[in-house]
């Protein structure tokens, strides 16, 4: 069976895109789709390359029961967008840094990450780095949401 590869994006691949991973993860998990996934996350930039997710996006996780100790900061190869089927940025502009590098024949692939979430108020996961806890606490709201519209759609598209 051909797997499913989902790759989440943002720029030091240390709050919002490892987020998204576990959160996906774990829903993929509980559905007992593992096997017909791949998931990673990645970074625009290398500034947290071999880090692990900042510890407000592990707490806050953890708080919610999905587990992001395992993710480890990475940044986006040319090669991911051959390998991957769905590449999610959280904002407009790790988007248009991924389409600047992207070979035009592939960028079909990439999408916002919140395009999963109909309905959601914004269009965009916001960079919680600089804030509190709280901005932690919306991020993975946001991504909860995005995540099971997008489990959803992979669903009815390509698992049914």
């Known amino acids: 069976m051909k797997k499913i590869k989902v790759l989440f994006i943002c720029m030091g691949n240390i709050c919002r895109s490892p987020t998204a991973h576990g959160v996906f993860e774990h829903l993929v998990g509980a559905e007992n789709l593992t096997q017909s996934f791949e998931i990673d996350s990645a970074g625009t ?5 071999g880090s692990k997710p900042d510890k407000r996006a592990q707490d806050t996780a953890s708080s919610h029961g999905v587990d992001l100790n395992y993710i480890r900061g990475r940044k986006v190869e040319i090669a991911d967008f051959t ?53 932690f606490e919306n991020v993975f709201d946001m991504v909860k949401i995005a995540s099971k519209g997008l489990l959803d759609e992979i669903k009815s598209k390509e698992l049914s």
């Open 45 to 49: 930039h290398a500034y947290h390359v």
């Open 83 to 135: 390998h991957y089927d769905y590449i999610l940025p959280m904002d407009s502009d790790n988007y248009h840094s991924l389409l600047q590098i992207c070979p035009e024949e592939l960028q079909a692939k990439i999408r916002l990450f919140l395009d999963y979430a109909p309905g959601h108020p914004l269009n965009e996961v916001p960079d919680p780095y600089y804030g509190g806890i709280k901005g």
